[in-house]
């Protein structure tokens, strides 16, 4: 809830100071960029939080941070109708009812482009359309902070995350190559050599830090309390200016695993 606080009373104060809310920052009139930002950290209290005290992420605990998120949006609103005045002086909050508010506002919602030096417009009734796709980047950046909390591995037995012990990526230009390493590092965990395999791959020389064409990593997970570890293995290659996933292994084991001494091969 603080981070909440925190980003409803910071939109509201830069609204006041600086005559911008961020939560109304659009790209291309269409993706509510600033809603979504504000909506991600809206919630990451309970990603804090949740981490913290190693809640389960739960479909409750999806709703919970959702509903945050939307009622950060809810709240901005609040704070600028129970500090606005109306014409003639009065508080606007004795002249009309907080949802009056919110339909005024909306339906005289104006938006200019940040290159466009001329005055607002005015949108009307599509102001609806906007305040929808708003409400929807509150939502989605809530929705994005359970993702990186389900991204994590949980214990079931212990009621914990797991920690990170070790990580490595390498960088490839030769994609044929960066199969066949993938393949013999499968082979290796698929057969129960999780040491060799963790060892072989931390050995591997870094093969471009420029112009790379995929990327393979590995990463060890360990639970804080028990012996249960995980062992994830990706590949990715790069898609215009973005690595996408071809390939993962995650391997569930209790034996000992010990971190890699050699990170690079020389």
């Known amino acids: 809830m603080a981070s909440s606080g925190a980003v409803a009373y910071g939109s509201f104060y830069a609204s006041r100071e600086f005559n911008f809310a961020p939560y109304t920052w659009m790209v291309n009139f269409i993706i509510p960029a600033g809603a979504f930002l504000c909506g991600f950290v809206a919630a990451v209290g309970y990603w804090a939080g949740s981490r913290l005290f ?4 739960t479909r409750l605990l999806l709703l919970n941070i959702v509903l945050v998120s939307l009622g950060t949006f809810f709240s ?3 704070l600028d109708y129970s500090h606005a005045s109306a014409t003639d002086g009065q508080p606007l909050e004795s002249v009309m009812s907080f949802p009056e508010y919110l339909v005024a506002v909306t339906e005289h919602m104006a938006y ?20 929808a796709l708003q409400v929807g980047g509150f939502c989605l950046g809530g929705f994005l902070v359970y993702a990186m909390l389900v991204a994590v591995p949980y214990c079931n037995r212990c009621s914990k995350y797991f920690n990170l012990l070790w990580k490595r990526a390498v ?17 290796l965990l698929k057969s129960g050599e999780i040491q060799s395999a963790v060892n072989q791959f931390a050995a591997l020389p870094d093969q471009s830090r420029f112009k790379a064409t995929g990327l393979l990593s590995m990463e060890l997970r360990k639970c804080p309390t028990c012996e249960n ?12 200016n973005q690595f996408q996933r071809m390939g993962e292994l995650k391997v ?15």
């Not at 190693?54 to 992420?57: A, W």
């Not at 960088?171 to 082979?187: H, V």
């Not at 570890?229 to 898609?239: C, D, Y």
């Open 54 to 57: 190693h809640h389960r992420p």
């Open 76 to 78: 901005i609103h609040h």
């Open 112 to 131: 200019r482009s940040s290159s466009d030096r001329d005055e607002p417009v005015e949108l009307g009734k599509l102001g609806w359309g906007v305040a």
């Open 171 to 187: 960088r490839w230009k030769d994609l044929a190559g960066m199969g066949q390493t993938y393949d013999a590092a499968t082979q």
């Open 229 to 240: 570890r995980q062992i994830k293995l990706l590949v990715q290659k790069r898609v215009g």
């Open 252 to 266: 569930p084991t209790e034996l000992p695993i010990s971190r890699p001494v050699v990170t690079t091969a020389k």
